[in-house]
């Protein structure tokens, strides 16, 4: 089975950086989105809101960018902590051109 997800997005939070019990720096964010697709033979306005979660290295990466800076993120899909909601699990990022 498949899970990769590509999302262009900006950063529109970011909360301190922050270990796991391993040692490992673990960065939350909450990422926006906004494009025009085509759904059903029309044009649709899209905006999104994504939960996100960095590790490692790209962790550290991503806690020094500006906020409001957009990358094209890849990764995947994961339920939540206590199964709330998706979070998109970061694993690689590009600087949008």
């Keep these: 089975m ?3 997800w590509t999302l262009t ?16 720096p673990a ?4 990422l926006e989105h906004e494009s025009q697709q085509s759904e059903a033979g029309a044009h649709r306005q899209v905006r999104a809101s994504v939960k996100a979660v960095a590790f490692g ?13 957009s990358w ?5 899909l994961a339920t939540g ?4 909601g998706l979070v998109f ?9």
Excluded: V, W
């Excluded at 960065?27 to 909450?30: A, G, V």
């Excluded at 094209?72 to 995947?76: K, L, M, P, T, Y």
């Excluded at 902590?81 to 709330?84: D, E």
């Design 27 to 30: 960065l939350d964010m909450r």
């Design 72 to 76: 094209i993120f890849r990764g995947f």
């Design 89 to 97: 699990h970061i694993q690689d990022i590009h600087q949008q051109d």
């Design 2 to 4: 498949n899970n990769h």
């Design 9 to 24: 997005a900006c950063i529109a939070e970011a909360q301190p950086l922050r270990y796991t019990p391993a040692g490992l």
């Design 57 to 69: 290295s790209l962790a550290e990466r991503l806690a020094r960018q500006a906020l409001g800076s």
């Design 81 to 84: 902590r206590g199964g709330k």
